[in-house]
């Protein structure tokens, strides 16, 4: 079965024909914004661009991207094709696609691209992501990638056909746990090239452009319903979020279900990746979860833990101490009170502590070895910014039998958690025989057995 979205630009809750964006509305773009160009061409693409942050789109992460020319990032592999496939694609064409159509910089135009994490813009980002969706009253961007096609021509233009250029945008946005993107469209006078049966005078006719993402699974994609019809000339004239020529979606999950969980298939896992150290606190959902089933997952073929129901739809477990990095497969058992058991897979990223954006900070060095420790972090990471409590774990080598041993330790002693103000001090039992190695802080609460 294919599961598709649909936005329909004749929906009621879609802006109509209005005045759109200008240029000043857009996210600032060209040399002067420092951004880099594609080469005049027809059909290119850039060559794989490492990003610095891990990007959530469609519950995979993806650490590089492509800009086409043809009006579409992707993420595994350049876009060529001119003519724009119906949504939704498999053989791995995962795409975001702001205007998905046959684009020739060689006619005229430009297609510029960078990564920023420009406080102003951040904050320009943040803005826009918590005022389009009111739940992420937290979300603080810490990432965004910017893509601007600039007065492009379509393929085959002739004479005054190559007058006729579309200006539009797609702004990338995350957290490192959530993903955002903002389409913005300053003029669209044209949808066809001529090798998808546009007019060379027009841009007008054959097979016109598509607006939406796909997932390269075959399965899941969203879609302007406008897309391939002559309609989607009129898209900088339209929203979903009330503002002509502007439209905002959440890209990090599919968020589709059927009837809310589901009795087999894939997790959904989130945050997505996390330390070595272990103790992050996941949030799974997917499955449908009896009242008292027993819930119980594997890290790699690790040995099995239990977790937390939380609903109907999801549960919460913790990550154990990893001796390895990279993706991990997560199975999880569900076991109903007549003892059937269902299995789930997911993937989860471990990262090592040096790639880890977000570190903790100890200071005041010369009181380390007295036991005294005094440390910060940032309160408001993507990983804690929806708790108002966290937990503190210290790593530590400890003498047990005259052997040493690496134990984790909380320093609150199982007191309740602490408040999540970035900075705490604390005290190590017997600092004569114990030595921190590492210190974690993780979202509240966690359970005992887990």
Same mark, same amino acid.
């Given at each position: 079965?294919?599961?598709?979205?649909?936005?329909?630009?004749?929906?009621?809750?879609?802006?109509?024909?209005?005045?759109?964006?200008?240029?000043?509305?857009?996210?600032?773009?060209?040399?002067? /914004?420092?951004?880099?160009?594609?080469?005049?061409?027809?059909?290119?693409?850039?060559?794989?661009?490492?990003?610095?942050?891990?990007?959530?789109?469609?519950?995979?992460?993806?650490?590089?991207?492509?800009?086409?020319?043809?009006?579409?990032?992707?993420?595994?592999?350049?876009?060529?094709?001119?003519?724009?496939?119906?949504?939704?694609?498999?053989?791995?064409?995962?795409?975001?696609?702001?205007?998905?159509?046959?684009?020739?910089?060689?006619?005229?135009?430009?297609?510029?691209?960078?990564?920023?994490?420009? /406080?102003?813009?951040?904050?320009?980002?943040?803005?826009?992501?918590?005022?389009?969706?009111?739940?992420?009253?937290?979300?603080?961007?810490?990432?965004?990638?910017?893509?601007?096609?600039?007065?492009?021509?379509?393929?085959?233009? /002739?004479?005054?056909?190559?007058?006729?250029?579309?200006?539009?945008?797609?702004?990338?946005?995350?957290?490192?746990?959530?993903?955002?993107?903002?389409?913005?469209?300053?003029?669209?006078?044209?949808?066809?090239?001529?090798?998808?049966?546009?007019?060379?005078?027009?841009?007008?006719?054959?097979?016109?452009?598509?607006?939406?993402?796909?997932?390269?699974?075959?399965?899941?994609?969203?879609?302007?319903?406008?897309?391939?019809?002559?309609?989607?000339?009129?898209?900088?004239?339209?929203?979903?979020?009330?503002?002509?020529?502007?439209?905002?979606?959440?890209?990090?999950?599919?968020?589709?279900?059927?009837?809310?969980?589901?009795?087999?298939?894939?997790?959904?896992?989130?945050?997505?990746?996390?330390?070595?150290?272990?103790?992050?606190?996941?949030?799974?959902?997917?499955?449908?979860?009896?009242?008292?089933?027993?819930?119980?997952?594997?890290?790699?073929?690790?040995?099995?833990?239990?977790?937390?129901?939380?609903?109907?739809? #999801?549960? /919460?477990?913790?990550?154990?101490?990893?001796?390895?990095?990279?993706?991990?497969?997560?199975?999880?058992?569900?076991?109903?009170?007549?003892?059937?058991?269902?299995?789930?897979?997911?993937?989860?990223?471990?990262?090592?502590?040096?790639?880890?954006?977000?570190?903790?900070?100890?200071?005041?060095?010369?009181?380390?070895?007295?036991?005294?420790?005094?440390?910060?972090?940032?309160?408001?990471?993507?990983?804690?910014?929806?708790?108002?409590?966290?937990?503190?774990?210290?790593?530590?080598?400890?003498?047990?039998?005259?052997?040493?041993?690496?134990?984790?330790?909380?320093?609150?002693?199982?007191?309740?958690?602490?408040?999540?103000?970035?900075?705490?001090?604390?005290?190590?039992?017997?600092?004569?025989?114990?030595? #921190?190695?590492?210190?974690?802080?993780?979202?509240?609460?966690?359970?005992?057995?887990?």
């Amino acid at each position: 079965m294919w599961i598709v979205l649909i936005v329909a630009l004749s929906d009621t809750s879609i802006v109509g024909p209005a005045l759109g964006l200008t240029l000043k509305d857009l996210y600032p773009f060209g040399d002067q /914004a420092g951004d880099e160009a594609l080469s005049k061409n027809d059909d290119g693409s850039s060559p794989p661009i490492p990003i610095l942050t891990l990007f959530p789109f469609f519950n995979h992460q993806h650490s590089k991207l492509f800009v086409n020319t043809n009006g579409v990032i992707s993420f595994l592999q350049g876009v060529s094709t001119y003519t724009p496939d119906p949504f939704p694609i498999a053989n791995d064409a995962r795409m975001i696609a702001p205007f998905w159509a046959d684009i020739d910089t060689t006619r005229g135009g430009a297609v510029w691209y960078r990564e920023t994490t420009n /406080a102003d813009l951040l904050d320009r980002t943040t803005k826009e992501v918590t005022n389009n969706y009111p739940n992420f009253f937290r979300f603080k961007a810490s990432w965004i990638f910017i893509a601007t096609w600039d007065r492009v021509a379509f393929y085959g233009c /002739a004479g005054v056909g190559c007058s006729k250029t579309n200006t539009f945008q797609a702004v990338l946005i995350t957290n490192g746990q959530h993903s955002f993107t903002i389409y913005n469209y300053e003029d669209i006078q044209w949808t066809t090239g001529t090798a998808s049966g546009g007019n060379s005078t027009t841009g007008i006719g054959g097979t016109p452009a598509q607006v939406g993402f796909n997932a390269g699974d075959g399965i899941v994609s969203f879609t302007v319903n406008a897309s391939r019809s002559p309609d989607i000339v009129n898209v900088d004239k339209h929203s979903n979020v009330d503002i002509p020529g502007k439209f905002a979606f959440r890209i990090d999950a599919s968020d589709i279900s059927d009837g809310g969980c589901n009795t087999e298939g894939n997790l959904t896992i989130a945050p997505r990746y996390g330390p070595m150290l272990g103790g992050q606190y996941l949030i799974i959902s997917g499955p449908c979860i009896e009242q008292n089933a027993t819930i119980k997952v594997s890290f790699s073929g690790s040995p099995q833990k239990e977790c937390e129901r939380k609903s109907e739809f #999801a549960f /919460a477990c913790i990550t154990p101490l990893f001796s390895h990095t990279g993706d991990t497969p997560v199975k999880v058992e569900i076991k109903n009170q007549e003892g059937e058991s269902r299995i789930f897979q997911g993937l989860y990223t471990v990262l090592n502590l040096a790639d880890c954006k977000h570190q903790v900070h100890r200071h005041d060095a010369s009181d380390w070895f007295s036991g005294r420790q005094q440390i910060s972090w940032d309160p408001d990471v993507a990983e804690l910014q929806e708790d108002d409590f966290v937990n503190i774990h210290l790593l530590f080598v400890a003498k047990f039998n005259e052997r040493l041993v690496l134990k984790w330790y909380n320093p609150k002693n199982g007191i309740e958690s602490l408040k999540n103000t970035g900075t705490t001090k604390y005290n190590l039992p017997d600092p004569k025989n114990n030595y #921190a190695m590492a210190i974690r802080v993780t979202a509240a609460p966690q359970r005992e057995n887990q």
